[in-house]
C-alpha cells in the first residue's frame, strides 16, 4: 500500500511539473503576441469591425509572424 501511495505521488510530482513547465511556456508564448500587439499604433485595426473577438487577415498575418519568429 505505501509503495502504491508513493509511485501515485511521483507519476502526480511529475504530472504537475509538466504543467508547470507548459504553463510557462504559454506564458511565454502569450506575452510575445500580447506586446505584437500592443507594438501596434492602432491595435484593434487587426479585429473586424475594430471590435475585439476574431482577428481579421491582419492579425492572423501579425500571429503567423510572431510564431514563426
Not at 504543467?19 to 499604433?41: C, G, H, N, P
Not at 484593434?44 to 469591425?49: I, R, W
Not at 471590435?51 to 501579425?62: E, K, M, S
Request: charge should be negative; proline fraction near 3%; avoid cysteine.
Amino acid at each position: 500500500m505505501r509503495e502504491e501511495k508513493s509511485s501515485l505521488l511521483r507519476r502526480y510530482s511529475d504530472f504537475s511539473q509538466g504543467l508547470l513547465e507548459r504553463q510557462t511556456d504559454i506564458d511565454q508564448t502569450l506575452s510575445a503576441y500580447v506586446e505584437a500587439f500592443q507594438a501596434q499604433k492602432v491595435p484593434v485595426a487587426l479585429f473586424p469591425f475594430r471590435r475585439v473577438g476574431h482577428y481579421n487577415i491582419a492579425g492572423h498575418q501579425l500571429v503567423a509572424e510572431e510564431i514563426v519568429s
